[in-house]
């Protein structure tokens, strides 16, 4: 599932278009189906969060969301596809490269325009920008949430998915349904989520335990029955805004309700 991690690493891969122009500009998209990019030199993509920034010259900008399932494989031009064709959402080629949006969200938008789709996003956790105490002062503008709820929330600080915010409360030690304002270290927390999604930005599979062996790399995410650490059973939850609530994972004795 997509989280910053994810989302940085497909940025680093479509590196591999910077500096390039573009000889293939397919949107499979109804909304795109007019557009048409070749010719453009590819100037950069960022990851802001979950979301993916290409920077094309001349002021347009690819922006995309990988969402669920969605993936972005760039390979050298001419390679077979790894998923199916009609899974393809664009297809972006170059003279060596090619890159195919599998199962994305796609808008095409002026550069200076960027701000609309990204601007209510918190500090991005693998941002360069990254600012810990404007996350921290986000997530305290709402004190009576649920800090489960409060940490998917991409406008308090932008990244963490729902495998992130089950492991950050349990190494945090705090229950998910917690409210942010009874929290007894926000800044420690904050700094547990930016340290884990830190030491996979670079890392395809997630190892919050230290544990490699299969079954045992996440906490409590996904788990059923006792807890790693102290053999509790693990506790499940639906927890986030109304009709977008997602499970969450909690060891009730590590994580105590407050
Ligand atoms: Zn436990």
Redo the contacts with the bound molecule.
Sequence with gaps: MPEGDTVYRTARRLDALTGQVLTTSDFRIPSLAEVDLVGRTVLETVSRGKHLLTRLADGVTIHSHLKMEGRWDVQAAGSTWHRPAHEARAVLGTAKTEAIGFSVLLDVVPTASEHTLVGHLGPDLLGPDWDPQLAVERLQRLPHVAIGEALLDQRNLAGIGNVYRAETCFLAGVAPRTPVSEVPNLPRMVALAHRMLDVHRDRASRITTGDRRPGRRLWVYGRQGP?L??G?TILLDELGPEGQERTVWW?P??QPPR
């Design positions: 807890c650490r102290c509790t060891c004795s590590c």
